[in-house]
């Protein structure tokens, strides 16, 4: 689970019930949600949009993703 944020170290906008479930967040990686490059996994206007209203945007696996079988 990638867990987006607006900026780093501040999870004060992210829920505590999802924090709980999603555990201690560690920063991962910086960049840029206004540039050109595509996210892999998630429409960028989304991910801005909730990050603009919740104040987080959570990525989950999708259900093929390899993990599940294991």
């Given at each position: 689970m990638y867990l987006y944020i607006e900026k780093r170290n501040q999870f004060d906008g992210v829920?505590?019930?999802l924090l709980k479930i999603f555990g201690k967040p560690i920063f991962v990686m910086?960049?840029?949600l206004a540039g050109e490059k595509p996210l892999e996994n998630a429409d960028?206007?989304?991910?801005?949009?909730?990050?603009?209203?919740?104040?987080?945007?959570l990525q989950t696996p999708k259900k093929d993703?390899?993990?599940f079988s294991l």
């Open positions: 829920p505590e019930a910086l960049f840029n960028k206007t989304e991910v801005l949009q909730n990050i603009k209203e919740k104040g987080f945007y993703d390899w993990l």
